[in-house]
């Protein structure tokens, strides 16, 4: 980087560019929840057969091209507008060197150097002569020349070693920053094809990596979100940046933005798919690098006089290299695909969209969807599923809002209706090892009340929604120490085979009476576990669970075609149904049990 160069150098242009590439990157999004939203589930409802399966399957490898686009022209944009704020600072500071040289009538050099007059007087010595200043970065070569003008006779020379020092500095500053973001921006290409891969994605989180490091001190000026916020405190941060800053936030920091409560659905959606698409092509490109099991894990071996069926040494020694890492990959991936699955249901069986609210393979995973967008329903219902559940297993879990979303709507006299499926929490793994513990619960709980308070951040409704949590198993006990914790920001809750829910009362789950609803199935042992002792209840105190007459639920009727732990949400069940009629405020039609006898001691 030369004088020339840098003189001639706009940051604007860049900026420019940059709004160019965000338009794009906002056109594609526009197409692919077109295509994802609107156009696929309206071919699927007019057309059937082979050719509409295919025209189908075609229009979604679409959807994710213009996803694909969307997400690299956004990091585009981001990275043009952070290259712009690195070398701004430079060439500000090189036209005002440059300024203080014409003052001066200096003339300053393609190489930086910068030449000056004879001037002033020097008694006693020869005439004071012309000369060049070479600007230095070295505070020792900096030290010298100050000492230097000291003893000069020509007062130019000082003014003019500053000048040269300062175009110097600019110099270095445009160049580090041309240099840094030079093969930042050459690697944001995509392919020569139209096939969007799994390395592809895993190419775009390596550039995202790229430029958020690049982009640090850019990223740092940017309005940060409040520490520690509040779900409203997040809602304002968001609302303050303007749209350069929310893609810039999109783009470099997309698990930051998919995680904040009280964000847009819309925003925390588009956030969260990044993530979602760029751990999936790292995950499975890892996975597709990753020895394979072998095929002879089992043999038979001689133990006692008996027959004992075990893994072969060369399965062991498989497992112990990259067993652990292999189910994680895989466990996840199989989550992964069930939410895919999720996006290109819209439409089956009259679904809406869906939204990603929250998302991460880590651990055990995480995974919040939603049945229509919550920040315009009428009627939000949110759900925690319980022991057992992981990323892996998030399919069923999301089949069954959408289950209770199409009842609900039913029910809804028109208005519009959001099921949320909420794994935000580490849900015990083992029934056995896992479970007797209420830690789970607690320490999860204040998540699940941020949650709830950010519906209410983002809703952007005419009126307050009508919210209800629906808890099944140890979900249950994770609202109900949410309760216990906090303040639950709920209309009505239903208990669906609860062990225990951390509170004795009804009145204490922070609903109005009469609102707290409860479901047991015939044969559903997991009430039993919690009436003899449920761990989950290791707090001092009185005890009670939801089926308990003393608690004070509502206690709905399943049906007789629900029975066991597993069936409270059956398509077309009277549990279902009644899940429905709350949901959308219709308690007074739920059909409930008929009250416990009471039979005198007869003589």
């Given at each position: 980087m030369d004088v020339e160069a840098l003189k001639a150098l706009k940051p604007h242009e860049f900026e420019e560019a940059a709004l160019g590439y965000r338009t794009t990157s906002d056109m594609a999004a526009q197409a692919k929840d077109a295509l994802e939203q609107r156009i696929t589930p309206q071919l699927r409802g007019a057309l059937n057969g082979e050719a509409a399966d295919a025209a189908v399957a075609q229009l979604r490898e679409l959807t994710k091209d213009f996803?694909?686009?969307?997400?690299?022209?956004?990091?585009?944009?981001?990275?043009?507008?952070?290259?712009?704020?690195?070398?701004?600072?430079?060439?500000?500071?090189?036209?005002?060197?440059?300024?203080?040289?014409?003052?001066?009538?200096?003339?300053?050099?393609?190489?930086?150097?910068?030449?000056?007059?004879?001037?002033?007087?020097?008694?006693?010595?020869?005439?004071?002569?012309?000369?060049?200043?070479?600007?230095?970065?070295s505070e020792q070569a900096r030290a010298l020349q100050r000492q230097a003008g000291n003893f000069d006779p020509n007062p130019n020379y000082a003014i003019a070693q500053d000048i040269a020092n300062r175009i110097a500095e600019a110099l270095k500053e445009a160049t580090d920053a041309d240099q840094k973001w030079a093969p930042q921006l050459h690697g944001l290409k995509a392919d020569d094809d139209l096939t969007?891969?799994?390395?592809?994605?895993?190419?775009?989180?390596?550039?995202?990596?790229?430029?958020?490091?690049?982009?640090?001190?850019?990223?740092?000026?940017?309005?940060?979100?409040?520490?520690?916020?509040?779900?409203?405190?997040?809602?304002?941060?968001?609302?303050?940046?303007?749209?350069g800053q929310q893609q810039a936030w999109t783009s470099l920091h997309p698990d930051v933005v998919g995680a904040l409560d009280g964000v847009p659905a819309t925003v925390r959606d588009e956030a969260n798919r990044i993530v979602l698409d760029e751990s999936r092509g790292q995950y499975r490109t890892e996975l597709d690098a990753m020895p394979k099991?072998?095929?002879?894990?089992?043999?038979?071996?001689?133990?006692?006089?008996?027959?004992?069926?075990?893994?072969?040494?060369?399965?062991?020694?498989?497992?112990?290299?990259?067993?652990?890492?292999?189910?994680?990959?895989?466990n996840s991936l199989k989550g992964m695909e069930s939410i895919q699955k999720r996006f290109d249901a819209v439409g089956q069986n009259d679904l809406p969209e869906a939204y990603l609210l929250g998302y991460s393979a880590e651990g055990n995973g995480r995974a919040i969807v939603a049945n229509g967008n919550p920040d315009t329903a009428v009627h939000q219902a949110v759900y925690v599923p319980g022991t057992t559940a992981n990323l892996g297993s998030i399919g069923g879990d999301i089949d069954r809002m959408g289950n209770v979303w199409r009842t609900a709507t039913d029910a809804a006299d028109g208005k519009t209706v959001s099921t949320i499926t909420w794994l935000g929490y580490d849900a015990p793994q083992d029934i056995v090892k896992d479970s007797p513990f209420s830690h789970y619960a607690n320490d999860g709980a204040p998540a699940f009340n941020r949650f709830m308070d950010g519906l209410d951040a983002s809703h952007t409704g005419n009126a307050e929604p009508h919210r209800t949590a629906i808890g099944h198993s140890y979900g249950t006990t994770l609202i109900g120490s949410a309760a216990r914790q906090g303040t639950l920001n709920a209309d009505d809750v239903i208990f669906a085979g609860s062990p225990g829910v951390q509170v004795p009362k009804a009145e204490q789950m922070d609903v109005p009476a009469g609102h707290v609803w409860n479901e047991e199935a015939p044969?559903?042992?997991?009430?039993?576990?919690?009436?003899?002792?449920?761990?989950?209840?290791?707090?001092?105190?009185?005890?009670?669970?939801?089926?308990?007459?003393?608690?004070?639920?509502?206690?709905?009727?399943?049906?007789?075609?629900?029975?066991?732990?597993?069936e409270y949400w059956t398509w077309g069940s009277e549990s279902l149904q009644n899940q429905g009629r709350v949901v959308v405020g219709h308690g007074d039609q739920v059909v409930l049990k008929p009250p416990p006898r009471h039979w005198e001691h007869m003589r």
């Open positions: 996803h694909y686009v969307q997400v690299e022209c956004g990091l585009i944009g981001t990275a043009l507008n952070a290259f712009a704020a690195d070398v701004r600072p430079a060439k500000t500071k090189l036209e005002q060197a440059l300024s203080d040289a014409d003052a001066h009538r200096f003339a300053v050099g393609a190489n930086g150097s910068v030449s000056y007059p004879a001037a002033g007087q020097n008694p006693g010595g020869p005439p004071t002569a012309p000369g060049s200043a070479n600007g230095t970065l969007v891969s799994d390395g592809d994605w895993a190419d775009v989180q390596k550039d995202g990596e790229g430029v958020r490091e690049a982009g640090r001190h850019y990223s740092d000026s940017l309005p940060q979100p409040p520490k520690d916020g509040s779900p409203k405190d997040n809602a304002a941060w968001w609302k303050g940046l303007d749209p099991p072998p095929a002879n894990e089992w043999t038979w071996i001689n133990a006692g006089g008996y027959a004992s069926k075990v893994h072969t040494d060369e399965w062991m020694d498989w497992y112990k290299a990259h067993g652990e890492r292999y189910e994680h990959l895989t044969g559903d042992i997991v009430p039993d576990v919690g009436r003899f002792g449920h761990g989950g209840t290791d707090w001092d105190g009185p005890w009670a669970i939801p089926s308990d007459e003393s608690f004070g639920a509502q206690q709905m009727t399943t049906g007789s075609g629900v029975s066991g732990h597993s």
